[in-house]
């Protein structure tokens, strides 16, 4: 019966041959049940092949699209796509600070190289992002020199007042200077780590929009696109809601 189906293509002669063949057979002496049996055998086996064939449908159509979970733009994503029947999920947003931090790394932090990293205002929380190629130990003394040259001179009034006036190459040194603060050099930390040099600059421009209105920074070497605000700054939230209204 199985043999009649896959061989004769027209839905017509079908019937016509499996009837042929249950007379034929039942004049061998097959008893009418094991007809009945044999069908039913068959139309599971056509159950379970059509589910199979679509199951591979959907999976070859569609198949999974997943994106990384970003707090209400995600949502509107996964909405549109289920709507167009897409098939999304989203997994959480490997974070930078995931891909950085190493806790196995004892190295000495002032002999780390080719790093991006972070130095506190002990008075205002206020961050510094930097980067160097060489040792940070190096660069910390360098901006040290700076930050001290400019405080902890003995001004006349005059001298402080054109010394206010001054920007300093870096950021830092303006900080400490004109709000008057002092820098928690002990809190500075190594936040990334690059070799390739235009890379770093990008990380660190990354960096620095990730404290959005934290920063000292002023501008960073690479020009970042304002786009990335959004999945960057912290504080990006407010204006999201601000934008939408
Ligand atoms: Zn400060």
Redesign the pocket.
């Known amino acids: 019966m199985e043999r009649s189906q896959q061989l004769v293509t027209v839905s017509q002669d079908k019937i016509q041959e499996d009837a042929h063949l249950e007379e034929a057979l039942r004049a061998c002496g097959y008893p009418p049940w094991s007809f009945s049996k044999v069908r039913r055998q068959m139309e599971f086996k056509g159950d379970k092949r059509k589910k199979k064939n679509k199951k591979q449908e959907a999976s070859v159509k569609r198949p999974l699209i997943i994106i990384p979970h970003v707090k209400k733009v995600s949502e509107p994503i996964v909405r549109i796509m289920n709507k167009h029947n897409v098939p999304v999920a989203t997994k959480p947003w490997k974070t930078l600070k995931d891909l950085l931090v190493h806790p196995k790394d004892n190295q000495d932090k002032e002999d780390i190289t080719e790093c991006i990293y972070k130095v506190p205002?002990?008075?205002?929380?206020?961050t510094y992002v930097g980067e160097t190629g060489r040792k940070l130990g190096v660069r910390l003394h360098e901006h040290k020199t700076k930050v001290e040259s400019k405080t902890k001179r003995a001004f006349t009034r005059s001298q402080r007042t054109a010394s206010l006036m001054v920007y300093s190459k870096s950021a830092l040194t303006d900080?400490a200077n004109q709000?008057n603060?002092t820098i928690d050099w002990k809190k500075t930390t190594v936040i990334d780590r690059e070799q390739d040099r235009p890379t770093r600059s990008i990380k660190e421009a990354v960096h620095i929009r990730k404290e959005g209105h934290q920063a000292m920074n002023r501008e960073s070497c690479y020009q970042l696109s304002h786009a990335y605000d959004r999945f960057l700054d912290a504080t990006a939230d407010r204006r999201i809601k601000t934008w939408k209204n």
């Open positions: 205002c002990t008075n205002c929380g206020k900080h709000a603060h």
